[in-house]
Each structure stands twice: as structure tokens, then as C-alpha cells.
């Protein structure tokens, strides 16, 4: 009987943002299932859009055992303190210790995590495992696109894999990969040659988006280019916002030969060099883009959607900024809602008036941004909801949300979704619980970047980018680099860093 340890653990971390993971929000999850141990991983895990329910499947039709550790993830924020790395790290390696014989270890990984004492999570992560193990059994890890890929995850690892969709409707997909090539290692009892790239710019997320231009071509031809001589090949554009010298894009191959993986990264190294011009695009201004948003809108017959990007609890902002909802305030937007905007005292307040009532808020604003601020305003109590749902579309892939205590507020014929824990607004449930139907809006506003494409591209009129103060700038060139490599460009076709360290 084939025996394999399994466990996860995810975090991507924005090391500008205000506010660091604790342990308290693994255990929670935020947006994710809650933390897991041993059986209960199963459970947690089953039937739902992350790679470890994807592995399961295909290693209950191999007839594998699987021997569960622990399942956890936490919203994107700053570093992951020492406490929280250090106690789920733990139990990670001490299970694969105590589990007997192996003959392989499966991680559910996301590979952008920086915490308080070590700059590379996951690296450290599997140089752990690694040591445990020994170097003749199989260590495969599935991974983020966002991931920012390092020298010691790839010595450390025999496979690494990584979702190729944003939004990321191919996690569990991602997870079923990892498990195929596992079985492939297993089998073959080869182990394959890598390769490993890292072009020389940081590429903004919101031109990640794998459904537009460039991404949409290049891992159509990266897909071409698997096959019997290159099984697995990967690119993840990396995310931008981690202040260490391998933060940034990555392409990771392995071959039959050492020739076979070098041709396929190089193909796809040189495929991103060209697009370099293509890794940028219009972002607009709060009031400009609710003034375009309101103009389209009058002649739309679906809702005009905008991504307030720079907010997004996707890539470690509190979601919690009042720009965008100042906006839609200042300029009289109609039929126009925005979310979530994650303010457990407001939510409170909220639930102690009761529908129907009018209170007065300082609403949100209370992360620090520089240029925000709580929205000192009255607004009318429209609905209250416990904050638990279950979010079908196609990111969140059914996942049972929680986000605390929540309303719906209203000042003239703007709605605010309000709430109490943050998760990126990537599923149209999320307006829906509080009693707004997306589909009747005239705007919508998301606190997301990319990944509520996936349940509201179908609905929308148009979706353009908006630039509100937070805490992931859309321009990845406004960030206080300090540790970068020298030679890598801090926005395509900007200055390396070593030209903007020295100004």
C-alpha cells in the first residue's frame, strides 16, 4: 500500500500591509475553511476549489493512504508572526516524522509566505520536511500562481506545480496535477531534471488576470508545451508586494533531460520577455472612475463593476478604505453598492439599531493608510445577517463563508456591505447576504483585484480598475523596495532597483 503524508499551509503576504496573520487567523481561515487536523483535513477540504481536495481525489482512485497532518490558511496580510509559522510548521514536520514509513509527502502550499524571522516560508517549510524525509522520497507541492518561487523551494522540492488560472478557479485542478505527477514519479521511479528562471520584472497584479492579454496567450502556449519529455511545467507571475530578494516572477520545468526542462523554461522565459510592454494597462482615479462608471451606466443593461484593487484583502489590505465609497458618495452615484467594508464596530453598532433605523458611523478608514479615513456620515440600516453563507461561484467554489456580524447600510442610493472578518469580495453571494442583488445594480464596487472576475465578468457591463488609497498599490514601482535583487525592475520596463535605491 502506497503510503503519502499530506498537510497545508497558506499565506501570501503583503509585507507593506498594516496588520500581521496571528495564529487566531489560521484557526479561523477568514475566506478559507478553518484550520483542520489529521481526518478532519478530509472533511474541511472535500468538494471545494483548493489543491488539497484535487490531490485527495486522485489519491483515492490510486488507492493511496493518506496519512493527514494539518490544513490551514489565513487571509493575505503582513508577515506571519514567529508563533503562528513556528506552531503550524511544527505539526507539519513532527506528523511526516510520526507517520512511519513513506513513500512520499504531498503540501498544499501557496509559496508567497514571509514571516517575522524567516523570509521564505516555504522554503524553510520543505528544508524541514526535507531533513525528515531524506532525499530518496518524492516531495511534491502545489502551489499559487502568485507564488514568489525560490532557489531553496525548488532544490527542496521534486515537483513543484502551480494553479495557471486568475482568477483561481484550478486550485482543486492544481491539486489533481501535483497527485498525477506523483503517481508519474512513483511509477517511473525517475527523478526528473529541473529548471528554474526568474525574469527580471515585477508584474502588477491586475495584469495577472489569466482571461486577458498577455497571460491568456502565454499559458495557452505553456500548456502546448507540456508532454512525455516535459510533464510539468510551470510560471507564476509572483506577487508583488513581499520586500525580499526573490519576490517576483518564476518559471519552473521539469524534463526527461536537464536539455528537455531548459528548452520549455527558456521558451516561456523569453514568451514573458516579449509581453514585458503588455504588463500594464489604464488604471483610473476614484472619481474618475465612478464619473466614467456613471456615464456608461446609463446606457448599460448590466452593471458597470470596478475593482478597488488597491484594497484588496486578496493581497493584504484590511479592506476597510473609504475611497472608493467617498467617491460614489461625492459624485451621487444611483443603484450603486460596495464591499465588503470590514468594520466589526460599525457591523455591531449596526445589529444594535436594527432595521430600518438611521445611525451615525465613522465607518472603516481605521488601518492607518495614509490619505484614508473613517467616513463620519449617517446612514440607514437596510439589513443584518450573522455573516454565514455559502458562496457558490466559481472562485470560492462553494465554500462556507463566515464573516462575523453584518449589515447592509445605505447613504442616499449608495449600498455598503459591512462586516466583521475580511475576505475578498469575489463572489456574487457576498452582496447577497446582506440583501443586495448584484444584477440590479448600476455599479458595483469590489474590494478584489482580479479573482471576482471568475463569478462577475458574466454580469458585468464593463469592468475597469480603480486606484483608491491601500495597501497594495497598483503600481508596483510606488512600493519602498529595500531588498530586492539589484538587477530586477520594479515595474515592467521601470528602473531596476539598484537605480531606485540610489535616488
Avoid at 505527477?181 to 521511479?189: D, E, F, G, Q, W
Avoid at 528554474?196 to 496567450?217: A, G, H, N, V, Y
Avoid at 442583488?437 to 458574466?458: G, M
Wanted: glycine share 8%.
Amino acid at each position: 500500500m502506497t503510503r503519502i503524508a499530506i498537510g497545508g499551509f497558506l499565506h501570501e503576504t503583503n509585507t507593506f500591509a498594516p496588520t500581521k496573520a496571528v495564529y487566531d487567523a489560521f484557526v479561523h481561515g477568514g475566506g478559507w475553511p478553518p484550520m483542520s487536523l489529521g481526518d478532519a483535513m478530509f472533511q474541511a477540504t472535500d468538494n471545494i476549489n483548493v489543491g488539497m481536495s484535487g490531490f485527495v481525489d486522485v489519491a483515492r482512485q490510486q488507492g493511496w493512504t493518506l496519512l493527514p497532518t494539518i490544513w490551514c490558511a489565513a487571509s493575505p496580510s503582513a508577515h506571519v508572526t514567529k508563533d503562528a509559522y513556528e506552531r503550524v510548521a511544527k505539526v507539519i514536520v513532527d506528523g511526516i516524522a510520526a507517520a512511519g514509513p513513506l513513500d512520499a509527502v504531498y503540501l498544499d502550499l501557496h509559496g508567497a509566505m514571509v514571516t517575522e524571522h524567516v523570509d521564505d516560508g516555504e522554503g524553510e517549510l520543505l528544508a524541514r520536511v526535507r531533513k525528515v524525509i531524506g532525499n530518496g522520497i518524492p516531495l511534491v507541492v502545489s502551489l499559487d500562481l502568485h507564488a514568489n518561487v525560490t532557489p531553496a523551494m525548488v532544490e527542496h522540492a521534486d515537483a513543484l506545480v502551480a494553479y495557471r488560472t486568475y482568477p483561481h478557479v484550478d486550485m482543486a485542478d492544481t491539486g489533481r496535477a501535483a497527485a498525477r505527477h506523483l503517481a508519474l514519479l512513483l511509477t517511473s521511479k525517475q527523478r526528473f531534471a529541473k529548471a528554474f528562471r526568474q525574469p527580471p520584472f515585477l508584474i502588477p497584479i491586475s495584469w495577472q488576470c489569466t482571461d486577458i492579454e498577455p497571460c491568456k496567450s502565454i499559458y495557452a502556449r505553456l500548456a502546448a508545451l507540456e508532454s512525455d519529455a516535459v510533464p510539468t511545467l510551470s510560471f507564476a507571475p509572483g506577487f508583488p508586494a513581499a520586500d525580499f530578494p526573490d519576490c517576483g516572477p518564476s518559471i519552473f520545468a521539469y524534463g526527461r533531460t536537464q536539455a528537455d526542462a531548459d528548452r520549455a523554461a527558456d521558451t516561456i522565459a523569453n514568451l514573458i520577455a516579449g509581453h514585458e510592454n503588455d504588463f500594464d494597462g489604464k488604471i483610473y482615479a476614484p472619481d474618475e472612475g465612478v464619473r466614467y462608471a456613471m456615464d456608461r451606466a446609463r446606457r448599460a443593461s448590466r452593471p458597470m463593476v470596478i475593482a478597488d484593487t488597491q484594497d484588496n484583502p486578496g493581497a493584504g489590505g484590511d479592506s476597510d478604505t473609504t475611497g472608493m465609497l467617498r467617491a460614489l458618495v461625492r459624485n451621487g452615484a444611483t443603484k450603486a453598492a460596495i464591499g465588503v467594508i470590514v468594520d466589526p464596530a460599525s457591523a455591531d453598532a449596526a445589529h444594535r439599531a436594527g432595521a430600518g433605523n438611521t445611525i451615525k458611523l465613522a465607518l472603516g478608514g481605521k488601518s492607518g493608510i495614509p490619505g484614508d479615513a473613517p467616513f463620519e456620515e449617517t446612514f440607514t440600516v437596510e439589513k443584518v445577517s450573522d455573516g454565514k453563507f455559502i458562496a457558490p461561484g466559481p472562485y470560492f467554489g462553494g465554500s462556507r463563508m463566515n464573516l462575523g456580524p453584518s449589515a447592509c447600510l445605505r447613504i442616499g442610493d449608495v449600498r455598503v456591505v459591512v462586516g466583521s472578518r475580511k475576505s475578498q469580495l469575489a463572489d456574487q453571494a457576498m452582496f447577497r447576504y446582506v440583501g443586495i442583488e448584484p444584477t440590479e445594480q448600476s455599479i458595483l464596487v469590489n474590494k478584489s483585484s482580479v479573482h471576482f472576475r471568475a463569478d462577475f465578468a458574466p454580469i458585468a457591463e464593463e469592468i475597469i480598475i480603480c486606484a483608491a488609497p491601500g495597501a497594495m498599490p497598483a503600481d508596483t514601482a510606488a512600493l519602498p523596495w529595500t531588498r530586492l535583487r539589484p538587477d530586477m525592475r520594479v515595474k515592467p520596463n521601470g528602473p531596476t532597483f539598484a537605480q531606485t535605491s540610489k535616488s
